[in-house]
C-alpha cells in the first residue's frame, strides 16, 4: 500500500498518511505541484516555515517500464517566486517507489540551529545529527553515507551554497554509479537548506516491487512503448552516440545558439565543444560514451567524460551545460568545461544556471570572458565557500545582473535563459515566458518541432504557429513529468502513434483505471492551470510572462532576429 | 515664459520645448509621474535606454511662499520597479523654478562609454566632460564644481555607488550651504548612473522670479499660510527646537520604535540617540540646533552636529537615520551615527535604505550589531567603493536578505521600510504595503494622526479607520508632493482650516488659475490612481500590497501587536 510520509521539522516528527483517494492515480509534477498549490500559502517566504518541500516519484517510476525513474521535488521557489517541480534522475525515485512512498512533504522549520539528516526506511523518518555533514560538498557526503551504510544507500544531498540557501542551489542525488544527478532549477537545494536538512538517506531494505494492479496490460505496453523509444531516430540513436550535446551543432547551423551571454547566435568555434567532438574525445581517451542516469534507461544520453589520462572528470554532461560553458561563456576547452560541470555537481548549483550567471558575470568584468581555470576556481572557491561574490553569484542569474548593474541578463521570473536563442527560435522563446516554472526549455520544448521537425515542423523564425506548439508542449510536458518518465519520451509520443497510449495504458494498469490519453492530457492541462493559479496568488500578472527587453532592442546575428511577439499575442498561451 | 529641456543622452542634445497646456498648472509629482506615465514604457528595464530621468521643481518651488524649495525627481525605479518621486530640498529647485525650468526630462543612453556633466543655464543645457570627475564622491564634486564656479552654482551629483548603478544609490543636492541633502529614496542615482550623466550644475545668472500672474492673491494667501505653519505646534514649535528626531522618545512611548531590525517595538538606550539628546548636544557642543533645507524655509527642522571640539559633522540628520542606526541597528552613540550620516551623503547612498539594509547585514553577521565603527567603515570602503559585500549592501535591504538567505528583510516592494513599526502603527502599515512608491512612510504618514494626533486620533493599534486615514493621507500627499512644499505643511493643514486654502490660493494666483481645494484633492487622487495604473502596467499586482510574512507571524513587544489585515482589507485603499 503507498503511503504518504509527512515529515515536520519543527517538532521533527514523521507521520505515515493513507494517500488520498484524488491523489490515487498521480505521481511527479501532478503530485508535488497538487500538494505545494493546496498546502503552501502562495505568499509565504519560500525560505520561511511556511514553504513545504516535496518529493514525489512518478506514476511508474519503479516498475519495470523504460526511462521511468525519474523524481519529482516542489515547493515554492526562492529564486523564481512561483511554484516549482524539478525532476531528476539517480536512485531515490525508484527505492522510494519501491517502498510505497508516493510522497514525502517536508514542512517546519527546527526551532535551534542544528542541522539534520533524515534516514527514511520503510517504517518512517529518523532525524540523525548531521553535524558532522555540514561544511562538506556533495561528493564528500556521498562518500561518508556509502561509508555508513553501503553503496545501496540513496542519498540526496546539498553543498555549501545549500546549506547557505542560495538561490541557485540544487539538490543533488546519487545516481547508479556513485556520481551526481540533480533537481537542478529553482534554488529547491536553498529550501532544503532552510529547513536544515544536509540530506536525506533512503535504506530501501524491505522494499519489494512497484505493485502494478494488471501486470498482463502493463507488460504488453511496456513492450510498444520501448520498441517506440528505440525505433525513433533521436531517441534510439541521436542522443544514444552524442548525447544531448549532439544539440551544438544543429543548433549552430540555426543561427540559435546563444553566444557570448546571447550577443550572437552562431559560435565560431562551436566544433570544439559539439558533441561529435565530445564523443571522439571521449572514445578516444576510454571513457564511457553512454551512461543511464537511472537502472532502466535504454536511451543512455549521459557519459563518462575523462581525461587524457582516462581518469574521471564527469557525467551527466548536458547540452545545456557545455553550450552555458563553452559558447555563452567561450570557453573553448571541453576538459575546462567538463571540469566545472564536475565543481556545480560538488559544490550544488544548477548546472544550467551557473553556466549562465557566469557569462553575465564575464560581462560584468568579474571573469575574463572564456577563462575556464579561473571560472573553475570562482566555482569552488567563491561560489561553493559563499564569499560575497560568490553569494551574489550563487544567487543565480537575475542577482548577478541586479549586483552590476546590468541591462542584458537574460532571466524569466529571476530564472537564467538556457541554450536556445529566442529570438531565432522562437517557440521556446513563448515557453520561456510563459512557463509556471520560470524561463526553462523543459517546459515546453519547441526544440523538437522549430529545429528536429519532431511532430512536424514549424519555422522557428516566423511566429506563426508558437503560441499553439509552445501550449500544447507545455500541457503534454505537465504530464509527462507526472509519470517519471524522462523528457525524452516525447520524441517518439510525438511521432509514432502508438507509443503515447502504450504510456497510458501502462500508469491504466499500474493503478488499475481506465486512463484514456485525453485522460492524461486533461490531467497535464488541469496541472498546468493549478501551478498558474499559484503564481496568480503569489503576486505573478501577465505581465511577468515577457522576456528580458534586450531580446526586443537587439537584433541577433545570423538572421537580425529580434523577439516581436505582443503581450496580447503572448498572453493566448492561457487560452485553454 | 516657462519651457521644457528635453536631454537627449544618446545624442547629446537638449531641446527647449513649450510646455504643454495639460501641464501648465502642475509641477513636483504631479509633474514628473505625469511625464514618466506617458512616455516611459513600464516594462523597460529601469538602468536601460527607454527610461527617463525627470526634475520638476513643485508648482510652488521659488517664489516667496514660505517652505517651497523642493524638486521631485521622477523615473521607474530600479529599487523597486515602480514607478519612483522622491523630493529633495537644496537651491537647485529654486534655480529651475527662477530659470523657468519647468521640467528636465532626461532620455536615451551614451553609445559610448563616455562619463558627462550636464551644465543647465538659461539658454538649455551644455554636455560636458565629467572623465575628472567620475570616481569622486559627492563631496569632493561640490568642491570642484564650486572652485570651477563659485559656491552659487548648484550642483546634483552621485557617488560612487550611483556611477556604479547600485540601486539604493540617491542623488544628492547641494544645500545653502554646501552640504547635502537628497533624492533619497528608490535608486534614482543608478539611473542617473546608467544615462553616464556624474553632476548637474545650474548656473542661474539672468534668472529672474518666478512669474506670478495674481502677486496680491499670492501675498495674501502665503501670509495666512505662513502664519498657519508657525502657529502649530509641531511645525512652530517641536520640529524647528529637537528637529525629527524628537520622534524618537515618542515613538518608543508608544511601542512604535523598531528595535534590532525590527525585532522588539521598544529601545532600552532610546534616550541616548535622541532628539532631546540631540538637542543638548548640538548646542552644548556649539553647532547649529536649526537650519533649513532651502532658503525660504521658516521650520528649519534640520541642525548642524558638530563633534566635541565644535566641528562640523553632519546635518539634515533626519530621524528616520538616527532610528535606523542609533536603535534598529542598536549603535548607541549618536557621534558615531552622525559619522555614518554623513558618510552616506558623501557616497550617495539613501540614508533610510542605508541604515535598513545595515541591520540586515548586522542580523546576517556581516557586522556586528551596535558596531558603529565597522558600520562607517563598511559605508567608506564597501558600499563606497563597490566591493563585492558593498554591491550587495549598496543594492538595498530585499538585495541583502536574498544574499544571505534571510526571511526577517523589512521590505515592500523591495524598498526598506522606514522607522515605524507597522503592527503597532497600524495606519503606516497600510502606507507601507500599498503606496505606488513601495514601503515609505512621507506617502502617507499616518504618523500624524496614529501618535501625534494631528488632523483627530486614530488608535494605532486596531484596525478600524486605518484604511481610510492611510487612503486619505496618501492622496493629500500626493497633492502636496507636487506642489514644491515640505511633507511637513501637512501638519498645520491637518489642524488649521486656513492653511489648505490658502496653500491652493497660492497656486491658483501662480498660476492665474481658479483652483479650488476639491480641484487640489483630486488632483492628488488623479496622479495616485495614474502611479498605480503604471505599476500596474509593470507587472504588479494586488498581491504585491503586501507586508512581508514575519510581520504576520511575529507579535513584537511591548503590545504583542502583528500585521493582521486581511488582503481584502488593505486593498481597499484602491476604492476611491
Redesign the interface.
Known amino acids: 500500500m503507498d503511503k504518504i510520509f509527512r515529515v515536520n521539522m519543527t517538532d521533527l516528527t514523521c507521520k505515515v498518511e493513507q494517500v488520498p483517494a484524488e491523489y490515487k492515480t498521480l505521481g511527479g509534477r501532478a503530485l508535488t505541484s497538487t500538494i505545494v498549490a493546496s498546502e503552501v500559502p ?4 519560500p ?4 514553504n513545504k518541500l516535496v518529493f514525489a516519484p512518478g506514476q511508474l517510476s519503479g516498475t519495470p517500464a523504460a526511462n521511468s525513474g525519474r523524481m519529482s521535488a516542489g515547493a515554492k521557489s ?1 529564486l523564481t517566486g512561483t511554484i516549482k517541480e524539478s525532476n531528476s534522475g539517480g536512485t531515490s525515485a525508484q527505492q522510494f517507489a519501491k517502498m510505497g512512498i508516493k510522497a514525502m512533504i517536508i514542512e517546519g522549520m527546527p526551532k535551534d540551529d542544528k542541522w539534520y539528516r533524515l534516514h527514511v526506511t520503510m517504517d518512517g523518518v529518523t532525524f540523525e545529527d548531521a553535524s558532522e555533514l555540514v561544511g562538506k560538498q556533495n561528493f564528500d557526503v556521498i562518500d561518508a553515507m556509502n561509508a555508513k551504510y553501503d553503496e545501496k544507500i540513496g542519498v540526496m544531498t546539498i553543498g555549501i551554497p545549500g546549506e ?4 541557485a542551489a540544487n539538490i543533488s542525488v546519487k545516481d547508479p554509479d556513485q556520481k551526481i544527478r540533480s533537481h537542478g532549477r529553482g534554488g529547491l537545494g ?1 529550501v532544503m ?2 529547513k536544515k536538512i544536509k540530506c536525506i538517506t533512503t535504506d530501501a531494505t524491505g522494499a519489494g516491487k512497484v505493485e502494478i494492479v494488471d501486470a498482463e496490460k502493463f507488460r504488453a505496453a511496456a513492450k510498444v512503448f520501448a520498441k517506440g523509444m528505440l525505433d525513433h531516430p533521436v531517441t534510439g540513436e541521436g542522443l544514444p552516440i552524442y548525447g544531448t550535446n549532439v544539440l551544438i551543432n544543429i543548433l549552430n547551423e540555426a543561427g540559435g545558439l546563444p553566444t557570448k551571454n546571447f550577443k550572437y547566435g552562431q559560435c565560431d568555434h562551436h566544433d570544439k565543444v559539439s558533441g561529435e567532438t565530445m564523443h571522439d574525445t571521449i572514445a578516444a581517451r576510454g571513457g564511457k560514451t553512454k551512461h543511464g542516469c537511472h537502472a532502466g534507461c535504454i536511451i543512455q544520453c549521459s557519459q563518462e567524460y575523462v581525461d587524457e589520462a582516462g581518469v574521471y572528470i564527469t557525467s551527466g554532461f548536458e547540452y545545456e551545460t557545455v553550450w552555458g560553458l563553452g559558447i555563452n561563456c567561450m570557453i573553448e576547452n571541453l576538459d575546462d568545461c567538463a571540469r566545472i560541470d564536475n565543481a556545480m555537481d560538488n559544490i550544488g548549483i544548477d548546472s544550467i544556471e551557473g553556466a549562465v550567471l557566469i557569462a553575465v558575470a564575464m560581462e560584468a568584468g568579474v571573469i575574463p570572458w572564456g577563462d575556464g581555470k579561473e571560472t573553475l576556481r570562482v566555482m569552488n572557491e567563491e561560489i561553493g565557500k559563499c ?3 560568490g ?2 553569484l550563487g ?1 543565480g542569474t537575475g ?1 548577478v545582473g ?6 542584458r541578463v537574460p532571466v524569466v521570473k529571476n530564472q537564467g535563459i538556457p541554450a536556445y536563442d529566442p529570438r531565432s527560435v522562437k517557440g521556446i522563446g513563448i515557453t520561456y515566458a510563459t512557463s509556471t516554472q520560470g524561463a526553462d526549455h523543459t517546459a515546453g520544448y519547441t526544440i523538437a518541432t522549430n529545429i528536429l521537425k519532431v511532430g512536424g515542423f514549424i519555422d522557428p523564425l516566423t511566429k506563426e504557429g508558437q503560441v499553439d506548439l509552445s501550449r500544447n508542449l507545455q500541457i503534454a510536458t505537465t504530464a509527462v513529468d507526472s509519470t517519471g518518465m524522462c523528457i525524452f519520451v516525447a520524441f517518439p509520443a510525438l511521432d509514432i502513434p502508438e507509443v503515447l497510449p502504450a504510456l497510458v495504458d501502462m500508469i491504466s494498469a499500474r493503478f488499475g483505471v481506465e486512463m484514456s490519453v485525453d485522460d492524461f492530457v486533461g490531467m497535464g492541462s488541469k496541472i498546468l492551470k493549478m501551478e498558474k493559479a499559484f503564481n ?6 501577465n ?2 510572462d ?1 522576456l ?3 531580446f526586443e ?1 537587439e537584433p541577433v546575428a545570423p538572421h537580425n532576429a529580434v523577439w516581436d511577439f505582443t503581450p496580447a499575442e503572448i498572453d493566448e498561451v492561457w487560452n485553454f
Chains 1, 2 share one sequence.
Open positions: 502562495p505568499m509565504c517566504h525560505l520561511g516555515p511556511n526562492p547557505n540557501r542560495l538561490a536553498a537548506g532552510s564569499t560575497p561574490i553569494r551574489i544567487n542577482s541586479t549586483a552590476f548593474g546590468l541591462t496568480t496568488a503569489a503576486g505573478f500578472s505581465e511577468d515577457r528580458p527587453e534586450f532592442l
